[in-house]
């Protein structure tokens, strides 16, 4: 596996630097990648296979969906409404990705985000965490 990206099923997901990187470093591609902020501001999930969420029907909070559409990509993020005794919240996204005939490739999994953190509630600039569903694309072999 290169030193400056890793290979996740069909993705490929560039390190940036800052950022912390757990996954089976024994497998050219991985089945499972943790992206960590080394302050704990946010920690990424990804699995291979992981399920698209979907809203459950008895759902305690509201859920709020926010689409970021970029050309050839969108990104969906699911985000419970913020519970007042928590200071951190789990938001499951979809990212899919369009390859060069325009076939669909969705990849799904979850971030935790540290709510009290004026970066992330104010959503001035762009979240790391949104950089790198931004930045991840299809591996070489499926692009």
């Known amino acids: 596996m290169s030193e400056k990206r890793i290979l996740f099923g069909k993705f490929e997901f560039p390190r940036i630097k800052g950022l912390e990187y757990l996954f089976d470093e024994d497998k050219t591609v991985t089945d499972y990648l943790f992206v960590n902020e080394p302050h704990e501001k946010f920690s990424m999930y990804f699995e291979e296979d992981f399920p698209m969420f979907t809203v459950p029907q008895d759902a305690e909070r509201p859920y709020f969906l926010f ?3 970029r050309p050839g990509r969108l990104i ?8 007042a005794n928590l200071d951190t919240v789990v938001w499951y996204f979809y990212v899919e990705i369009l390859d060069t005939d325009g076939t669909a490739h969705g990849m799904s999994g979850q971030v935790r985000v540290d709510t009290n953190d004026p970066y992330i509630r104010m959503m001035k600039g762009k979240p790391p965490f949104i950089e790198i ?11």
């Open 133 to 143: 569903l931004e930045t991840v694309k299809l591996n070489e072999k499926y692009a």
């Open 67 to 69: 689409e970021i559409k």
């Open 76 to 83: 969906k993020f699911f985000c419970p409404e913020k519970h």
